[in-house]
């Protein structure tokens, strides 16, 4: 059963609508369905009117602007990024957020968030390698392999450092 007839069939245990329409809508985007996503979350939207909270709202705005940006369409998403409060986000979002301002190169916004992120957790690799590779889109590639340097000294090697480190020397033309 795939996973869109699963999600239909939940509905029927769901207490909330507004809920499983942003499931739907999660796995439509995941099948390349990103116009009928959409319209789910529009539709969630008005039905979450109806006696929600603003945490509901702000949940769908996140959602929006994420299925837009995971259908490359980073303009329209990037703006509504730019609009939200985004400390609260959700790692998901933020992600999102990242991918859409290395696509339109909006480094500083990116570089916003992710320090956001590290105000919070510090040693979070994940947040310490995703700046690096801004640091790197923005043409501080020397910067940032220094910095991924001494992380690594710390917390020692991970998947996806070297794939950054080589990402630094390319920019830099570091070719030895």
Known sequence: ????????????????????R????????????????VKELDASKGER??????????VLAWDRAVVLARMG????????FQQMEMA???DY???AAVESCRELRETDFALKLVDQRLANDPNNIKWRIRRAQLWVDKGE?????EELEKFREVRGK??????????????????I
């Open 1 to 20: 059963m795939g996973a869109l007839k699963l999600v239909d069939r939940g509905r029927a245990l769901e207490r909330r609508r507004g809920e499983w």
């Open 22 to 37: 942003r499931r739907r809508a999660q796995v439509l985007v995941d099948e390349g369905e990103g116009g009928a996503a």
């Open 49 to 58: 009117r109806k006696g929600a909270d603003w945490r509901d709202l702000r």
């Open 73 to 80: 369409e980073h303009p329209e998403a990037l703006a509504l």
């Open 88 to 90: 609260p986000a959700p």
């Open 93 to 95: 979002v933020v992600e």
């Open 141 to 145: 590639a020397q910067e940032a392999a």
């Open 158 to 175: 991970h998947p996806d450092w070297l794939d950054v480190r080589i990402y630094a020397a390319q920019v830099a033309e570091d070719w």
